[in-house]
């Protein structure tokens, strides 16, 4: 089992910023992707950013240029962060971490997912 602790997000005005956190407590070998999802009302869930442990980072369009996903592996933590810049009311949306890998080389490939965060940007 892979915990995902968030953190940030919150309510901000148009053109302002937010920093979103995810950590997880596992293997830095373990997680292979490690991202950000949002699902607006009444929207599927999209990918906002994602990023691999080898590679470059992957950008849904609607942000590119916006916002800015990293990543710090630190020993038994993984860490993404979502910097959001320029914020659009379009980007409220309830925002999930995601991850994704294997435990072991040989184990069963698992997909885990935060409790999500509210970002709400107003108008």
């Known amino acids: 089992q892979v915990q995902l602790v968030e953190s940030g997000g919150g309510l901000v005005q148009a053109g302002g910023s937010l920093r979103l956190s995810c950590a997880a407590s596992v293997s830095i070998f373990s997680i292979n992707t490690m991202g950000w999802y949002r699902q607006a009302a009444g929207k599927q869930r999209e990918l906002v950013a994602d990023?691999?442990?080898?590679?470059?980072?992957?950008?849904g369009d609607s942000v590119k240029g916006r916002f800015t996903i990293s990543r710090d592996n630190v020993k038994n933590t993984v860490t993404v962060s979502l910097q959001m810049n320029s914020l659009k009311p379009e980007d409220t949306a309830v925002y999930y971490c995601?991850?994704?890998?294997?435990?072991?080389?040989?184990?069963?490939?698992?997909?885990?997912w935060g409790q999500g965060t509210q970002v709400t940007v107003s108008s």
């Open positions: 990023i691999a442990r080898v590679g470059s980072p992957n950008y």
């Open positions: 995601n991850a994704k890998g294997r435990l072991t080389p040989l184990s069963a490939p698992f997909d885990y």
